[in-house]
């Protein structure tokens, strides 16, 4: 089938040469699929996080079977993605977690990783003379929703300033750009029931131990014993954690069961979403070598497991594009009884 496919952003189609959706196309390809631009007049178009204007302009005219949705984003997010009135448009739908899957009724998908082919167990020497502190690398970011973690890393970075480096943009840039920013999510709280204003917590607040934007995640990471992630959400599993693990920190992590991905939760010190649960973590982290170097043997067992390789870019992209090729062959099986 002649196959087209949308851009994350809604500007049209995807750039695909030169990035892991090469392969994926390259799947397709083999498996008989053509590729062809949205303006073509596609049999098929796959749609990385729903676009109501993408669907009006292109979608529409199709029925629904021959429609699919990637979804790439949490509800707290793209609250699009997760709407009944617009997943009733889509034939077959994926989700970066189990329990999006199975309550929208879509397939399961490993979130695609970048994985290093460059990472080194150190020696137990090497590995203490890194800064005996926590690394925090993530955006600072609005959002209203009760699931959403955004507030909870300004409650932790406030807490634990001289617990923590602070890495990444939006951090201390005022109360008016705060404002600025937080207002965009301020619709949310009249279309949304868990939706609160208790979320902007921190608005306006500074912080002493910020180092702001960066170019080399791993590059900084690689010279702290510790990292601390609060993912996005609570249901899936973004590159955050991928990125502590191969860069040979030993992470407090604030995000979704683990054994739910098949990844051992004992390569992470896990804590509730809250302050106290977040502090004690840390502070267990810092005192307690036995439990840290037990921890880093076991990324480095995982990391060298088949199941770590499962997350990478080309392996998951491989099982989105098989998955789509056995649906669009079963539609085509459909087609040719119901012509018969």
Known sequence: MRIA??????SGDLQIDGTPWEGFWNILQSLGHERVLLKES??????????????????????????ILISWEPPENKSDNYKYSVLNKFGKKFYPAPIWAEEYLGEFFNWPQKLSNS??????????KRQDIFCFIQKNRWNLSNNSRYGLRRKVLSVENSMIHIFGEGWNQGLIWD????????????????STLGNLVGLGEKFSNVFGPIEDKMKVMRSYKYSLIIENSSDYISEKL???????????YVGSDLSKFDIPSEIVLSAQPNTISIHDSMRMMMQDKALVFKMRKGINQFICSQSFKQFENKEVFKKIAISISRYLNSLAVALEIRSS
């Open 242 to 252: 991928f990125d502590a693990l191969l860069s040979g920190t030993v992470p407090v």
């Open 179 to 194: 404002s600025f920013q937080a207002m965009k999510a301020i619709p949310k709280l009249f279309s949304e029931s868990d």
């Open 119 to 128: 990472f080194k167990y150190e020696s137990d020497k090497d590995w203490e």
């Open 5 to 10: 496919i949308t851009s994350p952003d809604a």
């Open 42 to 67: 596609p049999d098929v178009i796959v749609f990385n996080n729903y676009s109501n204007s993408l669907w009006k302009k292109y979608g529409k005219t199709l029925e629904s079977s021959f429609l």
